[in-house]
C-alpha cells in the first residue's frame, strides 16, 4: 500500500476485506488537533477502532477534550517512523502542506493513508441517514441545535461537530435515525483537494448561508458556489436553505426536481421579542404560522434555530412537539462562551473570524447585555482573516463596540495576491467614528490592552468579547485564565 492516497472506494474494499476485527485495527490521526480531526477520531473510537493520535502542539479546547476521550496523543517530533509503519491507517490534517516534509514522511512510510472526511464517509457514513449542515457561517451551532432538539424529540441521533460540548462528547455514533455533521466546504486535505461535504454521503441538506471566505483555498465566491453545485444534484431527500444570499438561490437551481426545497430567511423568522432571558419568533410551517419560543438570543441564531424547526417538520412532527423541544438550549464552547469575570468584568470567548459573523456575535452580545458597554477583543488568525481581504468590513463590524483590541497577527497572509491585514490602520478608522481602540502585539502587550479598557471602564458594567478562531497569542494558556472568576464579586 503507500502508493499515493485511498478514496472512498478503496477505504470501504481495505477494511470490508481486512481478516482483522474492528477492535484491533489500528488508525494513527496525524494532526490530530483540529477541531474536525479531534471529533473524527472519538467517533472512529466508538467505532471500534483503535485510534491514536499525534500533532506539533496542542492548544485549548481540543486538546483538553481529546485528554477526556482516553484517546493516547503524541508530540509527532517523538513519533518515530518505526511506529507509524505499525497503523493500518493514517488520517491525515488538512493542515498538511503538499510538499512539506510531513507530506513526504507519510508518503514514505508505506501505510494506506487518507483524509478524514474519506475516512468517515467510508467508514461510518456510507449506511448512516446523513444530514448535513453546511454553509459559511453558523454550520456548527446549527448542527448542535439539531442534536439537542432530536434528542429533546425522542430520538439518540448520531453527531459530528467541530467543536467542544459542554458535558459531552463532539461526536457520538447515535442510534442510526439521523446523523448530523457539519459539513465544511474547505478542502479535505492536500491529496484530496474537495470540499469535505462531498464524502459524507448526504441525504439531507441544510444550508445556512454562502459568502466568500476560504481566500487561501478559493479563489472567488464562483470557486466556492461550484463546490456546491456538483454538491446539490447528489442529495436526494430534503433541502433547507437560507434565501438571503444570492449564491445559494444560483446553486439551488442544480438540485433535483424530486427533492424537497424549502426556504427560510426572506420573510421567516418573524421576531416578536427579544431580551437577554430569550427570544420569540414566528415561522410559516406549511400554510400557518406558528409562533415558538426560546432561551436562545441573537437574530443569527434565531435564522439557525428555524432551519431545525423546518427540518423537523418536514420529518413529520408537529409543531407543539418542536415548540417543547426549543425551550432550553445550550451553545458550543467558543461560542458565545461566558468565561468568567476578570476584574468584575465579564469574559465572552467566540470563534467569529469573518466579518459577517464578527458583526453578528457583535449584535447578539448588544442584544444580551443592552446596558454594558461592550469591548471587542479581535485576533484575525485565519488564513483569510490575516490577510487584507476583508480589511475594511472587519473595520465596519467593530463600529457596533464601545471599544476595542486589535490583535496583530504574528505570520503574514498565505493568501495570494493580498497583503497581510493592516490593523493599524483599522485602529485609525475606527478611532475616528468614536471607537477608541488599541493594538497588541504580544500577550503582555495585550493584557496590558484589557487592564487599560477596564480602568477605563472602572464605573461602568462591561462585557468583554474575544473573538478569535485561534489561541490569541497563548490568552487561553496564560495566567488570565486563573485571574478569571466564577461569578462577579459584591461590591
Same mark, same amino acid.
Given at each position: 500500500m503507500g502508493r499515493g492516497a485511498l478514496a472512498f472506494d478503496d477505504l470501504v474494499n481495505l477494511f470490508s476485506s481486512s481478516s482483522k476485527s474492528s477492535q484491533s485495527k489500528?488508525?494513527?490521526?496525524?494532526?490530530?488537533?483540529?477541531?474536525?480531526?479531534?471529533s473524527a477520531a472519538t467517533l472512529l473510537k466508538e467505532q471500534g477502532f483503535c485510534v491514536e493520535g499525534g500533532d506539533i502542539e496542542y492548544y485549548p479546547p481540543v486538546s483538553y477534550y481529546?485528554?477526556?476521550s482516553g484517546i493516547?496523543?503524541?508530540?509527532?517530533?517523538?513519533?518515530?517512523?518505526?511506529?507509524?509503519?505499525?497503523?493500518?491507517?493514517?488520517?491525515?490534517?488538512?493542515? *498538511?502542506?503538499?510538499?512539506?516534509?510531513h507530506a513526504k514522511r507519510i508518503e514514505n512510510l508505506g501505510v494506506p493513508y487518507t483524509s478524514f472526511p474519506a475516512a468517515l464517509g467510508a467508514l461510518v457514513l456510507k449506511d448512516q441517514n446523513v444530514v448535513g449542515i453546511a454553509g459559511t457561517h453558523g454550520k456548527t451551532t446549527t448542527t448542535y441545535f439539531m442534536v439537542q432538539v432530536f434528542e429533546k424529540l425522542g430520538m439518540r441521533p448520531g453527531y459530528l461537530i467541530g467543536g467542544v460540548i459542554p458535558d459531552r462528547n463532539s461526536a457520538e455514533l447515535g442510534d442510526g435515525s439521523y446523523f448530523f455533521i457539519e459539513s465544511d466546504e474547505y478542502d479535505s486535505g492536500y491529496f484530496h483537494k474537495q470540499s469535505k461535504f462531498h464524502f459524507y454521503c448526504i441525504d439531507h441538506l441544510v444550508l445556512t448561508s454562502l459568502e466568500f471566505d476560504h481566500a487561501d483555498i478559493f479563489s472567488s465566491v464562483e470557486a466556492i458556489e461550484k463546490?456546491?453545485?456538483?454538491?446539490? @444534484?447528489?442529495?436526494?431527500?430534503t433541502i433547507i436553505a437560507s434565501s438571503e444570499y444570492s449564491s445559494i438561490k444560483k446553486v439551488?437551481?442544480?438540485?433535483?426536481?424530486? *427533492?424537497?426545497?424549502?426556504?427560510?430567511?426572506?420573510?421567516? @423568522?418573524?421576531?416578536?421579542?427579544?431580551? @437577554?432571558?430569550?427570544?420569540?419568533?414566528?415561522?410559516?410551517?406549511?400554510?400557518?404560522?406558528?409562533?415558538?419560543?426560546?432561551?436562545?438570543?441573537? @437574530?443569527q441564531n434565531i435564522l439557525n434555530l428555524t432551519s431545525v424547526i423546518l427540518f423537523a417538520y418536514s420529518q413529520g412532527y408537529t409543531s407543539e412537539q418542536i415548540a417543547s423541544a426549543l425551550l432550553d438550549l445550550r451553545m458550543v464552547k467558543r461560542r458565545q462562551e461566558i468565561r468568567g469575570y476578570y476584574h468584575n468584568k465579564l469574559v465572552i470567548d467566540d470563534f467569529a473570524h469573518h466579518p459577517t459573523a464578527v458583526e453578528l456575535t457583535i449584535e447578539n452580545i448588544k442584544i444580551s447585555y443592552p446596558l454594558c458597554k461592550l469591548v471587542v477583543v479581535f485576533a484575525p488568525m485565519s488564513a483569510t482573516a490575516r490577510s487584507s481581504?476583508?480589511?475594511?468590513?472587519?473595520?465596519?463590524?467593530?463600529?457596533?463596540?464601545?471599544?476595542?483590541?486589535? *490583535?496583530?497577527?504574528?505570520?503574514?497572509?498565505?493568501?495570494?495576491?493580498?497583503?497581510?491585514?493592516?490593523?493599524?490602520?483599522?485602529?485609525?478608522?475606527?478611532?475616528?467614528?468614536g471607537i477608541h481602540s488599541l493594538q497588541a502585539h504580544s500577550l503582555q502587550e495585550l493584557r496590558e490592552n484589557i487592564d487599560s479598557m477596564v480602568?477605563?471602564?472602572t464605573r461602568e458594567e462591561t462585557v468583554f468579547l474575544i473573538l478569535s478562531n485561534g489561541n490569541i497569542l497563548g490568552l487561553w494558556e496564560s495566567d488570565f485564565v486563573n485571574e478569571l472568576k466564577k461569578q462577579k464579586s459584591e461590591t
Open positions: 489500528r488508525v494513527f490521526f496525524y494532526r490530530i488537533c483540529g477541531t474536525g480531526m479531534g481529546l485528554k477526556e493516547k496523543c503524541f508530540a509527532l517530533s517523538e513519533v518515530k517512523d518505526e511506529y507509524l509503519a505499525t497503523f493500518d491507517l493514517i488520517i491525515v490534517g488538512n493542515v *498538511v502542506a503538499r510538499n512539506s516534509e463546490e456546491f453545485i456538483r454538491l446539490m @444534484p447528489t442529495i436526494p431527500e439551488m437551481g442544480f438540485a433535483r426536481e424530486d *427533492v424537497n426545497k424549502i426556504y427560510y430567511g426572506e420573510r421567516y @423568522p418573524k421576531i416578536v421579542s427579544s431580551g @437577554p432571558s430569550g427570544t420569540k419568533f414566528c415561522v410559516r410551517l406549511g400554510d400557518q404560522e406558528q409562533e415558538f419560543a426560546t432561551n436562545i438570543v441573537g @437574530p481581504l476583508f480589511e475594511n468590513e472587519f473595520a465596519q463590524s467593530l463600529l457596533k463596540a464601545d471599544a476595542a483590541i486589535l *490583535v496583530v497577527p504574528n505570520k503574514a497572509s498565505t493568501v495570494q495576491n493580498t497583503q497581510s491585514i493592516d490593523c493599524k490602520k483599522i485602529a485609525t478608522f475606527i478611532e475616528q467614528k480602568a477605563k471602564f
